[in-house]
């Protein structure tokens, strides 16, 4: 459906994307990800033809970008880039309206059928209410949904997207990307975007193209993209951490002596208070299998833990008494001890021994 072929994109003779090979497929969600400044904006700019290229190709559906005409380029990509537009004494709808431009004959006088897809469209992301508000006198997100709609109005096999989540709450994000879904399953529409939440692009996308210093540094599926340590070095992250699986970030631990050690089970809601407060403390004994495992290894200062499925060893125990030893108190949500992690419930017995059992 698109393609570019050593693309260099940027202003003026300054490069900001470099050498970038691209292969999108009609039907599919492309997000692109990377840092502040990586040149996503740019890379979608330039392939939508709203920024000349400094060099290479970009083809739509195999025909050189540059030998389409300005109307047949408007009837086959629509835009929502980054940046309020300023259009003067419009209404919401009018401006949805003018996604037909395109369609209209020299003196852009809209049919009844255009007027209806442009009530289609503005019901189908929920602006109905502010149809007829100045769109100077809107919020930010209500801004964002009338441009979904002028996008949606412009009926166009592929739609480019910059950021198109930024300014909603989190209702409003979940909404405008099940309308995109929605699209692309019923009229096989092309998407191509950029996100900054890494979670809602592993979960809406079919390929992932990320970004970094001035090039396409991966693409591959979203399984591809989020596995292992990928998205720390992606975004160079070292004051916290972005769990792959789960989609989850976190901030970075509190390094230092564990001044509280918490006995695993159900202890998620209590670790992050512990980090919030600023005290180091402990966990243990913790199967790498159970599902707080993620979330208590990325706040806990150290984690004692043992193999998935196994019961807790000698060995794991002692550690944990270890640590307790040289803790001010021990903190223990768990009511109940199964099979597996019984052991915890021997830590619990040690900590009530040596006065350090929190009441």
Same mark, same amino acid.
């Given at each position: 459906?698109?393609?570019?072929?050593?693309?260099?994109?940027?202003?003026?003779?300054?490069?900001?994307?470099?050498?970038?090979?691209?292969?999108?497929?009609?039907?599919?969600?492309?997000?692109?990800?990377?840092?502040?400044?990586?040149?996503? !904006?740019?890379?979608? #700019?330039?392939?939508?033809?709203?920024?000349? *290229?400094?060099? +290479?190709?970009?083809? &739509?559906? /195999?025909? $050189?970008?540059?030998?389409?005409?300005?109307?047949?380029?408007?009837?086959?990509?629509?835009?929502?880039?980054?940046?309020?537009?300023?259009?003067?004494?419009?209404?919401?709808?009018?401006?949805?309206?003018?996604?037909?431009?395109?369609?209209?004959?020299?003196?852009?006088?809209? !049919?009844?059928?255009? #007027?209806?897809?442009?009530?289609?469209?503005? *019901?189908?992301? +929920?602006?109905?209410? &502010?149809? /007829?508000? $100045?769109?100077?006198?809107?919020?930010?997100?209500?801004?964002?949904?009338?441009?979904?709609?002028?996008?949606?109005?412009?009926?166009?096999?592929?739609?480019?997207?910059?950021?198109?989540?930024?300014?909603?709450?989190?209702?409003?994000?979940?909404?405008?990307?099940?309308?995109?879904?929605?699209?692309?399953?019923?009229?096989?529409?092309?998407?191509?975007?950029?996100?900054?939440?890494?979670?809602?692009?592993?979960?809406?996308?079919?390929?992932?193209?990320?970004?970094?210093?001035?090039?396409?540094?991966?693409?591959?599926?979203?399984?591809?993209?989020?596995?292992?340590?990928?998205?720390?070095?992606?975004?160079?992250?070292?004051?916290?951490?972005?769990?792959?699986?789960?989609?989850?970030?976190?901030?970075?631990?509190?390094?230092?002596?564990?001044?509280?050690?918490?006995?695993?089970?159900?202890?998620?809601?209590?670790?992050?208070?512990?980090?919030?407060?600023?005290?180091?403390?402990?966990?243990?004994?913790?199967?790498?299998?159970?599902?707080?495992?993620?979330?208590?290894?990325?706040?806990?200062?150290?984690?004692?833990?043992?193999?998935?499925?196994?019961?807790?060893?000698?060995?794991?125990?002692?550690?944990?008494?270890?640590?307790?030893?040289?803790?001010?108190?021990?903190?223990?949500?768990?009511?109940?001890?199964?099979?597996?992690?019984?052991?915890?419930?021997?830590?619990?017995?040690?900590?009530?021994?040596?006065?350090?059992?929190?009441?």
């Amino acid at each position: 459906m698109l393609e570019t072929k050593s693309l260099n994109a940027g202003y003026g003779k300054k490069i900001i994307v470099n050498n970038a090979d691209i292969h999108i497929n009609r039907g599919e969600i492309t997000t692109l990800i990377g840092s502040n400044g990586s040149g996503k !904006s740019t890379l979608l #700019k330039t392939i939508s033809s709203q920024l000349e *290229k400094i060099s +290479g190709n970009i083809y &739509i559906q /195999d025909k $050189d970008i540059s030998l389409y005409q300005r109307n047949e380029l408007a009837r086959t990509v629509s835009l929502m880039l980054t940046g309020k537009t300023e259009p003067e004494l419009m209404t919401c709808l009018e401006l949805v309206e003018s996604g037909r431009y395109p369609y209209t004959g020299t003196l852009g006088i809209l !049919s009844a059928e255009d #007027k209806k897809k442009a009530l289609d469209a503005i *019901k189908l992301v +929920g602006g109905e209410d &502010i149809a /007829d508000n $100045d769109i100077n006198k809107t919020s930010d997100g209500q801004r964002q949904k009338i441009m979904l709609a002028r996008a949606i109005c412009q009926e166009t096999d592929i739609m480019i997207l910059d950021e198109p989540t930024s300014f909603l709450d989190i209702k409003h994000k979940l909404e405008l990307l099940n309308i995109l879904k929605n699209l692309v399953r019923e009229k096989n529409t092309t998407v191509i975007m950029s996100l900054h939440e890494l979670d809602l692009a592993q979960k809406i996308s079919d390929k992932i193209i990320c970004v970094k210093n001035n090039k396409i540094d991966r693409i591959g599926t979203p399984e591809e993209i989020f596995s292992g340590d990928y998205i720390n070095k992606l975004y160079d992250i070292k004051c916290g951490s972005y769990n792959d699986i789960y989609g989850f970030s976190e901030l970075e631990k509190i390094s230092g002596t564990p001044e509280i050690f918490v006995i695993s089970g159900n202890c998620t809601e209590l670790c992050r208070k512990l980090q919030r407060d600023g005290i180091p403390f402990a966990v243990g004994v913790i199967q790498e299998n159970d599902a707080e495992y993620p979330i208590i290894s990325a706040l806990a200062s150290v984690t004692v833990t043992e193999k998935a499925y196994e019961p807790i060893s000698p060995e794991k125990l002692q550690l944990a008494k270890d640590i307790i030893k040289n803790c001010r108190e021990v903190v223990c949500n768990c009511k109940t001890f199964g099979t597996v992690n019984r052991g915890n419930l021997e830590l619990l017995e040690f900590a009530e021994k040596h006065n350090k059992l929190k009441k």
